[in-house]
């Protein structure tokens, strides 16, 4: 394998695995410090050239963001001389080594962030099943064609579409199934002007929705679902998916043209080759400074770790990769200093779930918050964390000015101005 071009064998740099939340804000972290950070260079490995914002996806599926401002160039955030980016695809990571594999040859490191995130937990399908996710923006933007097309050919149909076509099944009520659930049934039943046939239903192997979720939440999110009428079928897991079929392993089947897999993450089989500890779900488990046991100078975070890592259940998302990024950078730059590394305690802002169009429920600090104020709240958060002042004028324009313009337009043509 070569050794990745620019490293000289004696300056190792400190190289960041991913190109999402937790690599982002680790070398944001990281290249903020650069002053005191009189050490090597860091070396971002990503396999797209996005940063992709996962938040902000409901958005697009929801056509209220045009796909570009749910991702930006990793180029133009990693722009320092002390750091740079690499395009390529990990393979695997010799923790003993400290040699990281890619398909563009090996990368040496003095020390390593593993924010490579998680993969989907593998359903068993047959090899004519679809699946549909939001686990990328261009996902998001392939199930909002989907849901276009189903929307055209109800308004065709006069509403008489088959029973499989006209079924649209969503596997797994964690946040992002709630969220895709009620964002589909509010563009079919609300959007469309019409009481659209289309069934949709929600599949949950716990006995309730969003599941280590604060009561008030969960109690909202179901009336609101059963407005929408949302089918939901709590305490059932799926055992199969074949064409247009889910075989639930309670017995029964379901037809469905259209299946969305939101149901949860594991650890990328990568993780397996550094040889370190993972968990039953081959999440990786580290300690509390997020370093991995057995390898001082391997840190990891975000979804690539095990949720029971800590005292208290971590839960994977956003919020909790952004914190552990700062641990991470702050740890990384204590270490070359010699001096002690800080503990990452988890601290709970709050959870929102957006709950179609713009609205959404959110329990911040203990405040209810509901509906567009909820919504407003969340976007503000978007706005604050993406990365770049033009990004968060791009955003702020997509999400509150253009709309805010566009109703004004209509207004004045409704007046017949
Ligand atoms: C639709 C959706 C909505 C969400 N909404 C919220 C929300 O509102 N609030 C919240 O807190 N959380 C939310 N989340 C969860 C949150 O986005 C994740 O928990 C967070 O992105 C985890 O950060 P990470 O850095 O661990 O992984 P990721 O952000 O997934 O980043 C991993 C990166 O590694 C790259 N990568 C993976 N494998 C390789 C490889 N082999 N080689 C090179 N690169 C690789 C990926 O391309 C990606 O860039 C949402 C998730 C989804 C799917």
Request: aromatic share 6%; hydrophobic share 40%; net charge positive.
């Amino acid at each position: 394998m070569e050794l990745v071009t620019g490293q000289s064998p004696k300056r190792k740099p400190v190289v960041i695995l991913g190109g999402g939340f937790g690599g982002v804000y680790t070398a944001q972290c990281l290249l903020s410090c650069r002053e005191r950070f009189r050490r090597p260079d860091i070396i971002l490995v990503s396999r797209s050239p996005y940063f992709e914002f996962k938040p902000l996806f409901i958005e697009v599926l929801g056509n209220r963001l045009t796909p570009e401002l749910a991702r930006f160039r990793l180029k133009n955030i990693i722009n320092s001389d002390a750091g740079s980016l690499k395009i390529a695809t990990v393979q695997g990571i010799d923790g003993k080594r400290k040699v990281v594999a890619t398909d563009r040859g090996e990368i040496q490191f003095d020390h390593l962030v593993i924010a490579l995130g998680g993969g989907s937990v593998p359903v068993p399908m047959t090899r004519q099943a679809t699946l549909f996710s939001l686990e990328s923006v261009d996902e998001c933007i392939r199930l909002r064609e989907r849901v276009d097309e189903l929307r055209q050919a109800a308004r065709k149909s006069k509403g008489k579409l088959a029973k499989t076509q006209r079924t649209i099944a969503i596997i797994g009520a964690g946040p992002t199934g709630v969220e895709a659930a009620a964002e589909i049934a509010n563009i079919l039943r609300v959007d469309a002007g019409m009481e659209s046939k289309h069934d949709i239903i929600l599949i949950e192997t716990a006995k309730h929705i969003l599941p280590g979720w604060s009561r008030r939440l969960r109690r909202e999110s179901a009336a609101i679902l059963r407005k929408y009428k949302v089918d939901v079928r709590t305490g059932t897991g799926v055992k199969r998916v074949a064409k247009s079929r889910i075989y639930l392993d309670n017995g029964m089947t379901l037809s469905a043209g259209t299946i969305i897999w939101c149901g949860g993450l594991k650890g990328l089989p990568l993780y397996e080759s550094i040889g370190a500890a993972i968990d039953k779900s081959g999440h990786l488990r580290v300690n509390a400074f997020l370093q991995l046991p057995g390898f001082e100078r391997i840190f990891a975070m975000g979804d690539a770790i095990s949720t029971k890592t800590f005292s208290a259940p971590v839960p994977q998302g956003a919020q909790a990769a952004y914190q552990q990024a700062k641990v991470v950078a702050h740890n990384i730059l204590n270490a070359t200093e010699e001096k002690r590394l800080r503990r990452f305690r988890y601290v709970e802002l709050g959870e929102i779930v957006p709950v179609g169009g713009r609205r959404a429920l959110a329990q911040v600090l203990g405040v209810p918050l509901s509906g567009h104020l909820a919504w407003m709240f969340e976007k503000g958060i978007h706005i604050q964390r993406v990365p770049g002042w033009l990004n968060k004028i791009r955003l702020f324009n997509g999400l509150v000015l253009d709309p805010l313009a566009q109703r004004g337009e209509e207004y004045l043509q409704r007046k017949g101005r």
